[in-house]
Every structure is written in C-alpha cells, then in structure tokens.
T-cell receptor, first 111, second 117 residues
Framework: AQSVAQPEDQVNVAEGNPLTVKCTYSVSGNPYLFWYVQYPNRGLQFLLKYITGDNLVKGSYGFEAEFNKSQTSFHLKKPSALVSDSALYFCAVEVGQNFVFGPGTRLSVLP | GAVVSQHPSRVICKSGTSVKIECRSLDFQATTMFWYRQFPKKSLMLMATSNEGSKATYEQGVEKDKFLINHASLTLSTLTVTSAHPEDSSFYIC?????????????FGPGTRLLVL
C-alpha cells in the first residue's frame, strides 16, 4: 500500500535558523511529490512539487525540497526561518491514480 | 487518528448529468470542511470552504452554481457537480477540521475520481 510518513509531529526552530521538515514515502512506481502548507483556519496552499528532472526543487516563500530516490525521501527545507512560516506542513505523493497525504508536521518558528 | 470518508471513490457519468460526492467525518464533529480539486501531475486547488450551517465560501474562479456545496450537519458535507462536462473530470478531495482553536489540523478523505464522458 502507498504511504507517506512525516516522522515529526512538531518541529521547533529559532527565527533565522535553517529548518527541515521530513517526509519519506513508500510507493510502487515513480511518484510525483508535493508539499503543502496550511495556515490557521485556511485550506492548503501549494508550496512545491517534484515531477522529474533536478532533484532540488525550489518553491514558494523561499522553500525548497530535495528528492532522494535511494532514501525515498522528500524533505522540505528553508535556509532561514521566519516566524510567519509557523504552520502545518503536509507532504503528499501521487502515484498513478492515487494521491496520498502524510499526517502533517506542525512547524513553530520562535522569535 | 481521525477518519474522513468520501463516497463514491470513483464515478463515471455522462455529460450533462449531476454527480454528488459525500464527505463524512466518522469519529469527530467537523465544523469546517474543505473541498479540493486535483489534476494529474498538478497541485491541489482549493475550491471552497464549507462551514456547518452557513453558506460555503468559494475561491476565486470557482463557479458556485456549478459546484454546489452543502454542509447540513457536523459530520457531512456534499459537493454536487451540476451539469457535468468532460472538463470537470478530476480528482476531488475533501478535508475536515474539528474547528475551534486556531491551527486545528486537517484530516483528508481518500478522494473521489470523477470521469465525465
């Protein structure tokens, strides 16, 4: 069965420090990978996606993610965190006709 | 964890017919539900926010008369695609929130794949 794991429920980071939100997946076939962010009382917003090509993908708000096929990971990163980055982050995978979300990671950026 | 179901999981219909998709929160009361649409290789697009007992809030560019949303109870929201056309073929996902305090997390349904012939 297809699955997406985000091993950390909560990530805390100080403003200005780099941040990483982890995502690993278990799928058969070649996946398309996505990151979404959810701010309080709002729907998901698209951050970035990997379909093919360069393993390092750059997205909105200064975020980037690196696709690592051997480790089946797609970690979200940002070099310098902002307090306004505090939100819920969801990793998602599309394989064939299936679209699967991870459980989400709550990011708190402390001033 | 919380469970959200969608029914049907797949539907094929003829052009011009209407299709209803149900989203249910099985073990919690959802004051807010969201409806998304996803095209292959594309990101999710938020269509509307559904609040129990009030009218849905539609995102810009989404036709409210075509995509009817009803959130009649705390455990059920429905999306009706009226007079469906082939371009409405897509993957529709709902998510549910318990609501209440800020930052309440979302729980996603498994999605409904719609094919309009």
């Amino acid at each position: 069965a297809q699955s997406v794991a985000q091993p950390e429920d909560q990530v805390n980071v100080a403003e200005g420090n780099p941040l990483t939100v982890k995502c690993t997946y278990s799928v058969s076939g070649n996946p398309y990978l996505f990151w979404y962010v959810q701010y309080p009382n709002r729907g998901l917003q698209f951050l970035l996606k990997y379909i093919t090509g360069d393993n390092l993908v750059k997205g909105s708000y200064g975020f980037e993610a690196e696709f690592n096929k051997s480790q089946t990971s797609f970690h979200l990163k940002k070099p310098s965190a902002l307090v306004s980055d505090s939100a819920l982050y969801f990793c998602a995978v599309e394989v064939g006709q299936n679209f699967v979300f991870g459980p989400g990671t709550r990011l708190s950026v402390l001033p | 964890g919380a469970v959200v179901s969608q029914h049907p999981s797949r539907v094929i219909c003829k052009s011009g017919t209407s299709v209803k998709i149900e989203c249910r929160s099985l073990d919690f009361q959802a004051t807010t539900m969201f409806w998304y649409r996803q095209f292959p290789k594309k990101s999710l697009m938020l269509m509307a926010t559904s609040n129990e007992g009030s009218k849905a809030t539609y995102e810009q560019g989404v036709e409210k008369d075509k995509f009817l949303i009803n959130h009649a109870s705390l455990t059920l929201s429905t999306l009706t695609v009226t007079s469906a056309h082939p371009e409405d073929s897509s993957f529709y996902i709902c998510s549910a929130s318990r609501g209440g305090s800020l930052g309440e997390t979302q729980y996603f349904g498994p999605g409904t794949r719609l094919l309009v012939l």
